[in-house]
């Protein structure tokens, strides 16, 4: 899946999508408040493991590109209703990660494609199908 993936991304099709692309970088704050909300205090994340080997929670990635798949693109109503991902390298503190995600289909069920990169490396890849709900104002 990853190898496709990264072949579809280079495709005419792709660059004919919307595309949203932010940067971010992750700070140790964050890290240990996301250990704490989760209960995940495996010390990979925390300052028991050298700067240099600890890692970005996996699942941290993946709740900042459902915030921009929910208030973003497609936007607000939409639903996660399966996803595809991996982790091929480690995401690390304090280095800037650009979060791009992809509108490649927008249907009644939709799919987006998204990935997370640190310098030249994908530390995050992936993609979703979600439904879109339309919300009245109450």
């Not at 660059?15 to 209960?39: A, G, N, Y």
């Not at 941290?60 to 607000?76: H, M």
Request: with cysteine; aromatic share 8%.
């Amino acid at each position: 899946m990853y190898l496709q993936l990264l072949k579809r991304s280079k495709s005419d099709l792709a660059t004919k999508c919307r595309k949203i692309t932010l940067v971010k970088r992750f700070t140790q704050t964050e890290l240990d408040q996301f250990s704490t909300l989760t209960s995940d205090l495996n010390p990979i994340h925390s300052v028991k493991t050298p700067k240099s080997e600890r890692k970005v929670h996996g699942a941290f990635l993946n709740a900042i590109v459902a915030g921009i798949i929910g208030t973003q693109l497609p936007g607000e109503g939409t639903i996660v209703i399966s996803q595809k991902f991996n982790f091929p390298n480690a995401c690390r503190i304090d280095t800037d990660t650009y979060i791009s995600v992809r509108l490649v289909k927008e249907r009644k069920i939709s799919l987006v494609e998204y990935e997370c990169r640190q310098d030249e490396n994908i530390v995050f890849i992936g993609e979703a199908k979600l439904l879109r709900k339309q919300y009245e104002d109450i």
